[in-house]
């Protein structure tokens, strides 16, 4: 029998020969059987080193010739074993292919009887996305009560075959990553893949359908530049490919095409808005909440921790609860007999794109719920399908407000949040001017940031400049303070406006 013990040094020991195969075998070449033996007989001190192809025969009788002149031994022994040497190496050859076969295939938790009906019961339940939020809460994730179901439900998406796709955006440090990453825990491992940096071609070598349904977290978008082109390819086409040249094993040179297919669902974080406008107009942007108030829940999070007063079993439980529900989700069509009546504000950036944006979500809702509707099959092809109702674009509609509010606004996400503060500054004490040397005094910005924010107002016609007193700083003032509020009650009124037509159409 071959001893492999030793992955280094496999030993084989017959009634007359000794032989260890030095450095073990390969197993990416298995036209051939390179190995380096190291042959003796038995209790003798003569050894006979060789590499050797065992697959060459002209090679192998050499050997024989020259180990039985140098160990003094008859060939016939020493060739019966070399050839039962060879086939105990090329059957320990398949069992290592075999093994790397296993392990290289994808992880796919296999749910106990009590996981997967305590994960159809929890889909099956009434108010799913208010229960949703809740475990989602409980999972460790504080505030961002909207961001984070939003999140959850768009991560769910990649299931379905148009995912929508997301971007985080805010300041520095004010936790844009943390909340991607929280909730991508509640996602099962097998069905996403986590990318720091990537090089420009490595998205060129996943194996075709790898990536097909995954779920694609990039910690920083500036950490990934030279794959965002394939990333929107991946997002917009469903599949990128590459034309590369290629050498056979005969040395002609052919042109081969690499292909990834998708679909697949996107996710990053970044705090340059503007510099990824081609990703963010395929994407939901998601503007973190830095206010006090979220502030304060995170401190206070954080001291819980730190005294040890939080419950960790609780919160990987709700975790696992909601992985396990992901993993019970099937592909399946959704169809949407509402979407006609379905129209967005005329306010509204881009709308042919936000238009599909907002259908597909109202879908992955409808998706999500795919326990709680009556499935249904197409009489002309026998396919599956389930269909959307109005308690789905309810609550699509109220998730998406603050989405549709930032994709009809012409200023940036930080530039509109520094606008909201400076108007409750001016509020608070009843003014309607201001410098730029108060500003930066009393909301603490930078002279840097400020000069970028108020170049951005004034080209927008936000704010425009007023005359000081002679030898004074310019000052300023906002053109509307009730703009933000007149937007926001557009929307409003027109996602209202089309609940109404729907409920006068199914009532006809």
Do not use: W
């Not at 030279?226 to 599949?239: C, D």
């Not at 795919?370 to 509609?397: C, L, S, V, W």
């Amino acid at each position: 029998m071959l001893d492999t013990f030793n992955p280094y040094n496999y030993k084989y020991i017959t009634k007359s020969l000794e032989i260890h195969v030095l450095g073990g075998t390969k197993t990416n070449k298995l036209e051939s059987l390179r190995v380096t033996l190291s042959i003796q007989k038995i209790k003798a001190h003569n050894i006979l080193r060789q590499s050797i192809d065992l697959y060459n025969d002209n090679l192998v009788e050499k050997l024989v010739r020259k180990c039985a002149e140098r160990l003094e031994i008859g060939t016939n022994v020493v060739r019966k074993d070399l050839q039962a040497l060879t086939k105990e190496l090329e059957n320990h050859r398949f069992l290592l292919i075999d093994t790397e076969t296993q392990s290289q295939r994808p992880f796919t938790k296999q749910l106990s009887v009590r996981e997967e009906k305590e994960a159809m019961a929890f889909l099956k339940k009434p108010n799913l996305l208010e229960r949703t939020n809740e475990l989602i809460g409980k999972s460790g994730v504080i505030g961002e009560v909207d961001n984070r179901l939003l999140m959850y439900l768009i991560f769910t998406s990649r299931k379905t075959n148009n995912p929508l796709h997301c971007i985080s955006l805010g300041s520095s440090g004010v936790g844009k990553t943390h909340l991607q990453s929280k909730v991508a825990e509640l996602i099962p491992e097998e069905d996403k893949v986590e990318i720091t940096v990537l090089s420009a071609n490595a998205f060129y070598y996943f194996n075709r359908t790898e990536l097909q349904h995954k779920l694609i977290l990039i910690e920083d978008l500036d950490g990934a530049e030279s794959v965002l082109y394939p990333l929107r390819e991946l997002q917009s086409k469903k599949r990128i490919t590459k034309t590369v040249v290629h050498k056979d094993r005969k040395g002609n040179t052919k042109t081969i095409h690499l292909t990834v297919e998708g679909p697949v669902s996107v996710a990053g974080c970044t705090t340059q808005e503007s510099i990824y406008e081609d990703n963010s107009n395929r994407s939901f942007l998601l503007y973190i909440d830095e206010s006090e108030l979220q502030d304060k829940r995170i401190m206070h999070y954080q001291r819980r921790a730190s005294a040890g007063k939080l419950n960790e079993q609780d919160e990987l439980s709700a975790a696992e609860l909601l992985r396990n529900v992901q993993r019970i989700l099937k592909p399946i069509k959704v169809i949407n007999p509402y979407a006609e009546y379905l129209e967005l504000p005329q306010s509204v950036f881009k709308p042919r794109r936000t238009n599909s944006h907002y259908l597909q979500f109202i879908e992955a809702i409808t998706f999500y719920k795919q326990h709680q509707r009556e499935k249904q099959y197409d009489k002309q092809t026998g396919e599956e399908f389930i269909e959307t109702e109005i308690e789905d674009i309810q609550e699509a509609n109220e998730l998406i407000q603050e989405v549709l509010l930032r994709k009809s606004d012409t200023i940036t996400g930080a530039t509109r949040n520094h606008l909201e503060c400076l108007k409750a500054y001016l509020s608070k004490n009843n003014q309607t001017i201001f410098t730029n040397s108060e500003i930066r005094r009393n909301l603490r910005v930078k002279e840097t940031t400020l000069r970028r924010y108020n170049k951005q107002l004034l080209a927008e016609n936000y704010i425009r400049k007023t005359k000081g007193k002679k030898g004074t700083h310019y000052h300023f003032e906002i053109v509307n303070a009730d703009e933000y509020i007149n937007l926001k009650s557009e929307i409003n009124e027109a996602l209202d406006n089309c609940l109404s037509r729907l409920s006068t159409a199914t009532s006809l």
